[in-house]
């Protein structure tokens, strides 16, 4: 009876260590397939995209920013008023206020204003060169 007793202790503590092990094992996967440990993983890693789409964000929008500044500054310089600050002039007819482009348009005694960078001056054609 002692040897059966013993015999049958060693197996009981095997099965209840094997049970155990089991046991643990389908606690294990049960936590990881839960819902609530799904919710918090997918809450992870919807933050992390979230944080990589706003510094994508930040950095489109400061390459953009950088670009309109590099357009504006160009388109600045091709205004009328960035010409006219260069030296340039825009010449008109007069009364009809026409833009004067050609020498052939204007005829000797005719009046014609000169817009500068910094005012305008009223003419009169004495002739043509």
């Known amino acids: ?3 059966l007793t013993s015999r049958l202790g060693g197996r009981m503590s095997g099965m209840i260590h094997r049970k155990r ?3 643990d094992w389908r606690v294990n996967t049960l936590c990881l397939h839960m819902p609530l440990s799904r919710i918090h993983q997918l809450r992870n890693q919807l933050r992390q995209y979230r944080e990589n789409l706003w510094f ?3 950095s489109v929008c400061k390459d953009e920013n ?3 500044k590099a357009h504006t500054a160009r388109l600045k310089g091709l205004s009328p008023d960035a010409i006219l600050a260069r030296g340039y002039s825009i010449t008109f007819t007069l009364p009809e206020r026409d833009i004067l482009r050609d020498a052939d348009a204007v005829h ?3 009046a014609v204003e000169v817009s500068l960078a910094r005012g305008r001056i ?3 054609v004495e002739g043509k060169a």
């Open 1 to 3: 009876i002692d040897d």
């Open 21 to 23: 092990e089991r046991l």
């Open 56 to 58: 994508r964000i930040r």
């Open 66 to 68: 950088a670009r309109l």
């Open 108 to 110: 000797s005694g005719q």
């Open 122 to 124: 009223q003419c009169r």
